[in-house]
């Protein structure tokens, strides 16, 4: 065999088992007015319109935006869509693609320098594309195959960003959250610090959102008097998910919570 050969026997291979996991989530859109969510949605194994599933909502990174609705399942889909943690987390797994043009946080981004100067204006209200992300959560919510009180919350980078936003903005939604490398504004953590638990990350060395962003956010949490989880890679850069990803306890330390009453 031609080592061209074999390069395009592997190479087709990989895109198969790629394509394979991927097919898991199947295409969809909201349109309200002029705008469109594109998002990703994925049910369990063997679902049943009366089964009782957890719902997990996964907000990408900048780097993901567009209107392909495939590229927000590059960092994270594949967490959920193996069969074996599909089996041992059923859930109906959600993501939203934001368009190339807003972001998920209500901020102002300045990459003039890196790594970048952030200013939260969550008074402003949320962006559309967030406004969407919350509509069509709560129309997931509603379906009576779901349950409310194990309703998760992930995201990395800008999507860490709109995590801690998304908080604030629906505190007694979340059973618990996970915000990668984002930031957000301190003084809002009071509106859910007694409700949500968060396990926070960031990579020490990330040179595109300064490690301190999520310092101010865990900070904060302290001082509203709960106890966050938070893990600093020594090592990491901005792609801090990777090493997030593969921790052992990240899926049952997510589904192990429930709703606070």
Not at 44 to 55: I, L, Q, T
Not at 85 to 93: F, I
Request: charged letters at 20%; aromatic letters at 14%.
């Amino acid at each position: 065999m031609t080592k061209q050969l074999s390069f395009f026997l592997m190479f087709l291979a990989c895109t198969l088992v790629s394509a394979q996991w991927q097919s898991k989530y199947e295409a969809k859109m909201l349109i309200d007015g002029n705008d469109t969510l594109r998002y990703r949605i994925m049910y369990p194994k063997n679902f049943k319109e009366d089964g009782n599933y957890p719902v997990v909502l996964f907000l990408h990174g900048a780097g993901e935006r567009g209107n392909d609705n495939e590229k927000q399942l590059w960092n994270g889909g594949k967490l959920f869509a193996t069969d074996y943690l599909q089996e041992k987390y059923p859930a109906v797994v959600i993501f939203p693609q934001c368009p190339t043009d807003s972001y998920w946080a209500s901020v102002d981004v300045d990459r003039s320098s890196y790594p970048i100067n952030l200013d939260f204006k969550y008074g402003e209200g949320p962006t559309k594309p967030l406004e969407m992300v919350m509509e069509l959560l709560e129309t997931t919510i509603a379906e009576p195959y779901t349950n409310d009180n194990q309703v998760y919350l992930m995201g990395l980078s800008m999507g860490g960003m709109g995590t801690f936003e998304l908080l604030s903005r629906k505190p007694h939604t979340f059973a618990a959250a996970i915000p990668i490398c984002g930031g957000g504004e301190p003084e809002s953590v009071s509106n859910y610090a007694q409700n949500t638990p968060l396990w926070v990350f960031h990579g020490a060395q990330d040179n595109v959102v300064h490690p301190l962003q999520s310092l101010e956010m865990v900070s904060a949490l302290l001082k509203a008097g709960v106890y966050p989880k938070f893990t600093m890679y020594d090592f990491a850069n901005h792609n801090s998910w990777d090493p997030a990803f593969a921790e052992p306890d990240l899926l049952p330390w997510l589904f192990s919570h429930q709703k606070k009453h």
